[in-house]
């Protein structure tokens, strides 16, 4: 191999550490199931090595991610590995008039899971949720009863979800206090409904089912059941409960685990980034790295005093959210004084009269508002920069790159460590641009989204001529996705990106609606074989499976 | 018995900010007190708010569901003891130093540039023309964060007010509307859009990057009109000026309430690096490499001027020794003439920039240009440490001969053609420049100059089509479809639309009496530019392409003077310039310099009010 004909001596001072080298390898089948027909097998590789297959299936007609790997030996007595990445639709949040194709949403998925655990059973032997966002969970919630039989032999998730780590229950409870903040004024019956609240409205849909985000309603029931109105934190904790505490991972950047057959695979882990100095970092515009985690303290403290002063229109606003004392007050919303009640007031002051006499468009009514939704765009982003990016290592050791919803500062923080190169302690190590270089599947970010594809440091290295793509898109449902700053809705996938994808790929791409014919001429004599599931009714497959055979016997 | 109006109206302000006032170090010079003329008799008397004929204060605050009653400076009570005492509890108040601050602002600039300021037209989709802004909108609680804003959509100043966590900015609410610097940057932003309409587009690293640093440039000198504050700090460092302190630099609360800062930028830099501009491509950074230069050159200027005065008093400069009390006061003296001086000297250089797309050398060319022709003789050396500050930092200006000033002046006709026909040209022009008082009439005297200039200009000359040519050469546009003229410029009925922006008479008044009348014309014109140069070669042989993807303007300011009619420098920007075009259409596609993803402009809130204190989202 490559790495080993040409080993580069990094000065690193992470490959001198073997101590947390040897921690960082972390066997991660536990449990009995790796059975002693299995190990036999595995011990006997080494003679006479099996050569091993790698499915890959993107459930497809969903805007949200649906993954699921698995590893097989030729050898059909040997039980395959089964990997389930993410499991969630974008929730529809408006008429279905309006969003007619986001509607269909929850029924694929549905679809997707029965047809799932219909041919491979309930038990995974990796459940990876990258997020919590509800585009790549709620599939858990929406067919709650087909994975009511739900076995996992181990959950995959980020340290963010550590209960018992510091700092992730600091970060976690920023993003709640934010949430809760946001929920309160899309909820407040001023503002409840209306079109000026539709962008964060919009990205509030991603922490649950309206009314249920902030109010803690939809946690997991004490039986250990889930409600039909969860909240993503729910969904992983009730994933968790189904694990078992030993049985549950909290994955930190730059550690090697174990997938595959017998486990002889290796999963590194490239994010989210864990860096003290930057999450507590009072100044984000200061010198040096940029920022991963945007939001700050104040601006979640600003947008719950905002959210105290309109969550309750007809009662006076408790004094400590005011700026100014009680005689100095004088309420006032626009159109109070509109219809003819207390014209008294309206003639008597002249600055409220000129106030409105303006035009609607040069009146300043909804100038607050900008610090609600950059707040929530923020908190979005954060989240985004939470996801557990993984590089999948193949027998030939190629690379499947899972990157989640990753945004820029998420990708910046895979050059923040090297990887473990060998199983073997204080060996040479690994730097992504390594990784990238052999990566051959890229599945895109955040549903190719303009900023969730680093370019010079990113996709520009993934110089494998024979990478391919997959994008968990609808672009019908991206575009129904509509706001005032936004009419065209979301711009998935980016022109920009997806040209570049289809020059860098040479077209081998596999979209969540694309075409099967084009699809599978693309894919002629790719590393991968394409192949589709059952059409739904609609005529359109339920998903795509890239199927990738091992070249190389000689691991 | 009618008594006669008084000369002035005195409001009372915080100096800085609130926090000056509640430290012992600094209460002595926290509260000043600012002089406005009083109304004359043809301008409208000041109203509850306060209105008059530049602002009207609106105190709505949606963001808390409040408005507060407006202040009414003419109560009795009110005049008798210089409006209300500062106070951050009391929003009157808040409405008094808007308006006190921002009318200083307007009155700098009127003063300095000889006439009276307007600002920007806006555009009215309906009936396709631009209509004149009378007043300007001061909203002293419009949002709560920690911003504040020139929405020139909504031809308003915004303020905001926040509750901060940092114990250091000694409140628990701060409250943009009651820090000097903001509301003089804010209305600085007003103020120079309303000059120039086009700078707020991005067109270079330099174009936003010279808002801000103008807006700061104005913010940092009226400081040194304070002058206990100026003399208390002499005093201290014994006749330094050059370190880190209150006068150095901006808004101290807002910086200590959002991220615990000293102050929001600082422009004491004693070692300047050349090679940061280079580097330097966020807006507000960038212009406070320009700030710092023109610091840098005022604090030159305010050594030249006291060494001697130091040697009179036996005392070598920053020793920190005690100064007789008449040295530091004759000192403050120089401080604050000097501060003066170089800001009007950035002031009038307003009216010697290009129409379009400034860059910083520029603005150094239009300093000395505007200058010299007011003061011929710079005994001082005023200029050579202008241009000598500017070049330690990198700043300079393109294709000169060097950087003395004599070089840096901008380029006569004669210069630039070769020969001067067009000054003759003028006779034919006859305006109407009577001098108008009320602010109706001068709206009204602007807008009919600019469309007399345009039939003059623009329509083909009758006796002498020749001098078409010529005017177009030296304004960098084209009347005509010529041959050689990209297609790509904007058209109406088959002919380049070509804009007279403005039309401004100037009457200024040099240190030895000298009286300056001139006339500033600025003309533009808009050609489609793409980020493909094959589409944009295509769109400039006039073959149909697509919307375009940006505005690439051109054009030229003229300075005439009116005395013998005389058209003494042409500052142009070609409309067909194939490099300026390269250089736009590469800044635009590389934001901050860095495309990281595969975002090509920036959206939302800071392409939608690109005037922020601080920009959402970052």
Redesign the interface.
């Known amino acids: 191999m490559a790495d080993r004909e040409n080993p580069r001596p990094r000065a690193n001072k992470k490959t001198e550490k073997p101590a947390q080298e040897s921690s960082r390898e972390k066997s991660t089948a536990k449990g009995g199931r790796t059975t002693a027909s299995v190990r036999k097998k595995a011990a006997t590789e080494r003679e006479k090595p099996a050569r091993s297959m790698v499915a890959i299936r993107m459930y497809r007609g969903i805007l949200g991610d649906f993954f699921f790997i698995r590893h097989s030996l030729d050898d059909k007595k040997v039980k395959p590995f089964k990997m389930l990445i993410d499991c969630g639709v974008l929730q529809r949040i408006g008429s279905e008039e309006k969003k007619p194709t986001t509607a269909l949403g929850k029924e694929r998925i549905i679809a997707g899971v029965k047809n799932l655990i219909g041919e491979f059973g309930s038990d995974f032997d990796v459940v990876v949720v990258t997020h919590e966002h509800y585009d790549h969970l709620s599939g858990f919630i929406h067919a709650r009863d087909i994975f009511d039989s739900l076995e996992l032999r181990n959950l995959w998730v980020a340290w963010t979800e550590d209960r018992s780590d510091a700092l992730a229950n600091a970060y976690r409870d920023k993003k709640n206090r934010a949430v809760a903040a946001l929920t309160a004024l899309v909820d407040s019956p001023a503002l409840k409904d209306t079109e000026k609240m539709n962008t964060v409205r919009d990205l509030m849909q991603f922490y649950g089912p309206p009314g249920n985000v902030g109010s803690g309603v939809g946690m997991v029931a004490d039986n250990g059941a889930l409600s039909g109105n969860a909240s993503c934190e729910a969904v992983i904790d009730w994933l968790k409960q189904r694990a078992g505490a030993t049985n549950t991972s909290y994955l930190k950047p730059g550690e090697v685990h174990k997938w595959g057959v017998g486990n002889t695979l290796r999963a590194y882990v490239l994010g989210p980034p864990r860096d003290d100095d930057r999450l507590r970092k009072l100044d984000p515009s200061g010198e040096g790295k940029r920022e991963v985690y945007l939001a700050k303290g104040e601006d979640v403290a600003a947008v719950s005093s905002l959210a105290a002063v309109h969550a309750d229109l007809e009662g006076a606003s408790a004094g400590s959210d005011q700026p100014f004392s009680l005689p100095y007050r004088r309420e006032y919303f626009p159109g109070k004084f509109a219809a003819g009640n207390s014209d008294d007031i309206l003639s008597s002051d002249p600055i409220v009269k000129k106030y409105e006499q303006i035009p609607a468009s040069e009146r300043i009514d909804e100038e607050w508002l900008g610090s609600a939704e950059s707040l929530a765009l923020k908190i979005d982003g954060d989240v985004n920069n939470t996801s557990l990016v993984l590089a999948l290592e193949l027998p030939d050791r190629e690379i499947l790159l899972f990157a989640a919803d990753a945004q820029v500062g998420n990708w910046l923080s895979w050059r923040d460590q090297d990887y473990p190169a060998d199983d073997v302690v204080n060996t040479e190590t690994l730097s992504i641009d390594r990784l990238l270089s052999r990566t051959i599947l890229y599945k895109v970010g955040h549903h190719a989204s303009h900023n969730a594809t680093l370019r010079e440091g990113g996709l520009e290295l993934m110089t494998d001529p024979r990478l391919c793509a997959m994008i968990p898109l609808v672009q019908k449902v991206a575009s129904e996705q509509k706001t005032k700053s936004a009419p065209k809705g979301w711009q998935m996938p980016y022109e920009n990106l997806d040209k570049r994808l289809k020059e860098r790929t040479r077209g081998r791409i596999v979209r969540g609606d694309g075409d099967v014919n084009e699809e599978t001429t693309a894919f002629k004599g790719s590393v991968f074989n394409v192949s589709y599931g059952p059409d739904t009714k609609t005529k359109d497959p339920l998903w795509v499976e890239l199927t990738y055979e091992q070249k190389n016997n000689a691991i | 018995m009618k008594y006669p109006p008084p000369s002035t109206r005195r409001l009372r302000v915080y100096a800085f900010d609130p926090q000056s006032a509640i430290m012992l170090g600094t209460v002595g010079y926290a509260y000043a007190t600012i002089d406005l003329p009083w109304e004359q008799v043809w301008e409208q008397p000041l ?3 306060p ?1 008059n004929e530049y602002f ?1 204060v ?13 202040v009414d400076l003419n109560d009795k009570y009110l005049l008798a003891q210089n409006g209300l005492a500062p106070s951050e ?4 108040f808040h409405q008094q130093m808007v308006f006190a601050v921002a009318m200083k602002v307007v009155r700098l600039f009127e003063r300095a540039l000889g006439r009276k300021i307007l600002w920007a037209p806006v555009w009215n989709r309906e009936t396709g023309t631009y209509e004149a802004v009378k007043r300007l ?1 001061i ?1 002293p ?6 911003n504040a804003y020139y929405s020139f ?4 100043l ?1 303020f905001g ?5 940092n114990l250091f900015a000694g409140a628990s ?1 701060i ?1 943009t509307a009651l820090s000097h610097d903001i509301i003089a940057h804010e209305t600085t932003h007003a103020v120079l859009d309303g000059l120039h309409r086009r700078y707020k587009e991005a067109t270079s690293p330099d174009s936003r990057a010279f808002h801000e640093a103008f807006a700061d440039i104005v913010a940092l000198f009226s400081h040194f009109t304070l002058t206990e504050a100026v003399y208390a700090h002499i005093q201290e460092k014994g006749g330094d000026l050059d370190s880190e302190s209150l006068l150095s630099g901006l808004a101290r609360q807002f910086a200590a309430g ?4 000293g102050a929001l930028r600082q422009y004491i830099d004693k070692q300047p690096d050349p090679e940061l501009l280079a580097n330097t491509l966020e807006c507000h950074d960038r212009g406070a490499i320009l700030v710092a230069a023109v610091f840098d050159a005022f604090l030159q200027i305010y050594k030249t001027r006291t060494d001697d005065l130091l040697r009179i008093g036996k005392v070598e400069r920053g020793q920190g020794k005690r100064l007789d009390s008449d040295l530091a006061r004759r000192l403050t003296d120089e401080a604050t003439k000097t501060a003066e001086h170089v800001l009007r000297m950035c002031i009038r250089a307003m009216d010697y920039l290009p129409p379009v797309d400034v860059r910083f050398g520029e603005f150094l060319r239009a300093i000395i240009t505007a200058d010299a022709d007011l003061v011929p003789e710079d005994t001082r050396n005023y200029r050579i440490a202008f241009s000598e500050a500017f070049l330690r930092r990198g700043i300079t200006a393109g294709n000169c001969l060097s950087t003395s000033p004599e070089s840096l002046l901008w380029d006569s006709p004669e210069q630039l053609l070769g020969q001067d026909d067009l000054s003759k040209d003028f006779r034919d022009l006859n305006l109407s420049l009577e001098p108008q008082y009320d602010r109706d009439a001068i709206i009204h005297q602007a807008e009919e100059l600019r469309k007399q200039v345009w039939r003059w200009l623009v329509l083909p000359d009758k006796k002498d089509i020749a001098i078409d040519l010529q005017w177009e050469k030296a304004l960098g546009v084209y009347f005509a479809l010529r041959e050689n003229a990209p297609k790509s410029i904007a058209q109406a009925e088959g002919f380049p639309k070509v804009e007279v922006h403005s039309v401004r008479v100037t009457r200024r008044a040099g240190p030895d009496g000298q009286d300056l009348r001139q006339l500033v014309i600025e003309v533009t014109q808009r050609r489609r530019g793409y980020f493909d140069p094959e589409q944009q070669k295509k769109a400039d042989r006039g073959e149909p392409v697509g919307r375009e993807d940006f505005n690439f303007r051109g054009g030229a300011t003229l300075i005439i003077d009116l005395r013998d009619r005389h058209l003494r420098f042409v500052i142009r920007k070609r409309i067909d310039d194939p490099e300026r075009l390269n250089e736009q259409r590469a800044y635009l596609q590389q934001p901050g310099g860095a ?6 402009a920036a959206t ?2 800071a392409a939608r009010e690109p005037f922020a204190m601080a920009h ?3």
């Open positions: 109203e509850r708010g209105v009207e609106i105190d709505i605050d949606p963001a808390s569901k409040q408005f507060y009653d407006a509890g009391n929003p009157q909108r909203y609680h419009a949002i709560r964060e920690a959509d909504k031809h308003a915004l007010y926040f509750r901060s966590q609410w409250f959002t991220s615990g800062h495309a990281f993803t595969y975002i090509p939302g809130a959402r989202g970052e």
